[in-house]
């Protein structure tokens, strides 16, 4: 009888073990990924297969990075292509879809394209007045994601739009995407660049060299600020880390990714046609 329950409460301690070790997986980097499709990826996965997220941190893409390096997390969201260096240090990526860079201004604000060169003057600093577009008489207000923090879409919006340029000097400083979108809200002469994913009923994107970012947009590479939305693992992925990848290509992962981007099977599809989307995906 001893032995029995001896036996008994082995099996039932290995089972605490087993359901303390799921949901041992960990996300960390890009906020674009981290706050628009983990929450409700890491909870569809959790009910297809109940595993959960033990956490979901968003510092940015080069956090995360340095973060899986270390091995201190499982994934790393990335919301760039990986750079040339990146990739020799033996990381796994997959793209799970594809954003917009949205340059930003407020709803009151008549503008509704602006050139390449104009935005990178507007953040430069070389154009100071928004007469100098196809504005109204008041000042630029340019609204920036704090540099040096690693942030994808600052990197990204330099790499394509401001080249060796720096950002002008009376430039507000914000922490976060969410944080430019709040201040532009309640800033009728600014302009800041974002996901398009963080757009707000306050603010609107402009049309960039006459194209908007829409998701048709970005499917055909009309719209110039794109980029891949990836999820990175420190070498081939294996065990949870790997069924979640699996997750997020599936029909259903593909479909939460579509509620906020440009979902890889969408890309994939017009290429295989040769046909854009002509609605949001």
């Known amino acids: 009888m001893i032995r029995k ?18 949901g041992k997986l960990s996300y960390k980097g890009s ?7 983990m929450p409700k990826a890491s909870e569809a ?5 109940g595993v959960r997220f033990a956490s979901i941190d968003i510092p940015g893409s080069g956090e995360g990075l340095a973060a899986l390096l270390k091995g201190e997390v499982d994934l790393a969201g990335v919301s760039r292509p990986l750079s040339y260096e990146e990739k020799k240090r033996g990381f796994y990526y997959q793209v799970i879809g594809y954003d917009a860079i949205g340059v930003f201004v407020h709803r ?28 109204g008489d008041a000042p630029v207000v340019c609204v920036t994601e ?35 979108a709040a201040a532009l809200a309640s800033e009728e002469n600014g302009i800041a660049a974002a996901s398009i994913a963080f757009a707000r009923p306050e603010i609107r994107a402009v049309a960039i060299e006459g194209v908007s970012p ?6 055909s590479g009309a719209y110039l600020l794109s980029r891949p939305l990836l999820l ?7 065990g949870e880390a790997k069924e979640f990848l699996d997750f997020i290509l599936s029909e259903k992962g593909q ?3 579509a509620e906020r981007f440009v979902s890889v099977r969408e890309i994939a599809e017009v290429k295989r046609t040769g046909r854009g989307s002509a609605d949001g995906g």
């Open 146 to 180: 704090t540099w040096g923090k690693g942030r994808a879409t600052t990197e990204e919006f330099r790499r394509l739009v401001m080249g060796q340029e720096s950002y002008r000097a009376d430039r507000k400083e914000v922490d976060r995407p969410r944080d430019q």
């Open 108 to 135: 009151s604000n008549p503008v509704q394209s602006l050139g390449k060169e104009q935005i990178k003057r507007m953040f430069t600093g070389e154009i100071k007045n928004w007469s100098e577009t196809s504005g």
């Open 5 to 22: 329950q001896t036996v008994s409460l082995l099996l039932f301690l290995i089972f605490l073990s087993t359901t303390a070790q799921a």
């Open 45 to 49: 996965f959790a009910a297809r297969t």
């Open 214 to 219: 829409e998701p048709a947009n970005v499917v």
């Open 232 to 238: 990175v693992t420190k070498g081939l992925p294996r």
């Open 31 to 37: 906020s674009t990924i981290g706050e628009h499709i």
């Open 255 to 257: 479909a939460l990714v």
